[in-house]
């Protein structure tokens, strides 16, 4: 049972996997841990960013259809690749990106590149996250591409996380950090203030996300976002994702729960993996 009170209401029915449709029926994921040790040298958060990332490529074999992630540590993901395929050490594989910032990059790099449309079975996608919980559920979007990277990360056979160790956290919205909603441009603050008031019990704010010139910040599907901030973390990811796709005029949330098959988080102390 949902532990968040809210009043049912017959509206947009949320386009996220249901918990009926998860990929495993595991109770609690497994880890291993490799011995990739930080050097006596600190790291970076970029350097530790990378480590999970190439580890993660190591998972992609010739003939893959590959979702291609956005953000700084997805970045590193299509780079790699990239770097592969120059070099002939992986051929025969074609990329679905999730962002026009992600095609580009792709493009520049000579990855062959595919839609949906023609390729609707995804082998492997790679992405990172903005949380990552102990349920390996996440927080995403904070980069503005959720709705393009939900779409093709739904589809992937497998879908590999990659983060730092900051991104960990015992409950979603448990950073204090955005939770991103999608929504149409049409009466946006409509939506910004039924989405604060249905979160008043974690103590939720609802901002408009802006760019640089202070103007609407507006996604590569010409929509706008608004940023929840919690206080305290959601109790329950599912009832919370269900009640803000209830909402006419949300496009998107930023809760993908359900559809990690594994997590590779890269730390002071090495490399771990998580499965489900």
Known sequence: MASLSFVSSSHLTLRAPSPNNLRSSSPRPTSVSFSVK???????????????AEKAVESIKPGMVLGLGTGSTAA??????????????????VGIPTSKRTEDQARSLGIPLVALDTHPRI??????AD????????????GGALLREKMVEAV?????????????????????LAMPVEVVQFCWKFNLVRLRDLFKEFGCEAKLRVGEGGEAYVTDNSNFIIDLYFKEPLKDGFAAGREIGKFEGVVEHGLFLGMATSV?????NGVEVMNK
């Open 38 to 52: 930080a050097q006596s040298v600190a790291l970076s958060q970029d350097d530790l960013k990378k480590l999970a």
């Open 76 to 93: 590193f993901a299509v780079d790699q690749i990239g770097k592969l395929l120059s070099s002939g050490q992986l051929h025969d594989i």
């Open 123 to 128: 082998d492997l996608a790679i992405d990172g």
């Open 131 to 142: 949380e990552v919980d102990p349920n390996l559920d996440l927080v995403k979007g904070r």
């Open 156 to 176: 992937a056979e497998r879908f590999i996380v990659v983060a730092d160790d900051t991104k960990l956290v015992k409950g979603l919205g448990g950073s204090g």
């Open 264 to 268: 590779i988080i890269a730390g002071k």
